[in-house]
């Protein structure tokens, strides 16, 4: 069975890092491109970062460029998050498919997500 799981989530203070780890059992992730997403309660759900399965990133939201780095090795990809404000709140959620461009669509692995908050 392919599933993901997210780990490294947290409570932290406005300024602070945190990384997150999104790993595989079931399947070689290497194979496959990897997306980041974050949902606020009472928001929608947004696409925080992509990866490719060959290390290209194709993207990151607007709103963490310069902050968060996506990464990945073998079988986990990673999300450093760096200078976390109040407004990355959210639960972060991992979902793997053959191209960035397909990774948000419900046929791809999803993971259960892990929660993030940052408060002073």
């Known amino acids: 069975q392919k599933e993901l799981a997210e780990s490294g989530g947290g409570l932290v203070q406005p300024g602070e890092s945190l990384r997150l780890s999104c790993a595989a059992s079931?399947?070689?992730?290497?194979?496959?491109?990897v997306g980041w997403f974050r949902q606020a309660p009472g928001k929608e759900r947004e696409g925080v970062s992509c990866?490719?399965?060959?290390?290209?990133i194709t993207f990151y939201a607007d709103s963490v460029k310069g902050r968060f780095t996506i990464s990945r090795d073998y079988n986990t990809v990673y999300l450093q998050m760096n200078s976390l404000k109040p407004e990355d709140t959210a639960v972060y959620i991992c979902?793997?498919?053959?191209?960035?461009?397909?990774?948000?669509?419900?046929?791809?692995?999803w993971g259960r997500g892990t929660q993030v908050t940052v408060s002073s």
């Open positions: 079931g399947f070689a992730l290497n194979t496959y491109a």
């Open positions: 990866i490719r399965n060959d290390g290209t």
């Open positions: 979902a793997a498919d053959v191209l960035c461009s397909t990774v948000s669509e419900r046929r791809a692995i």
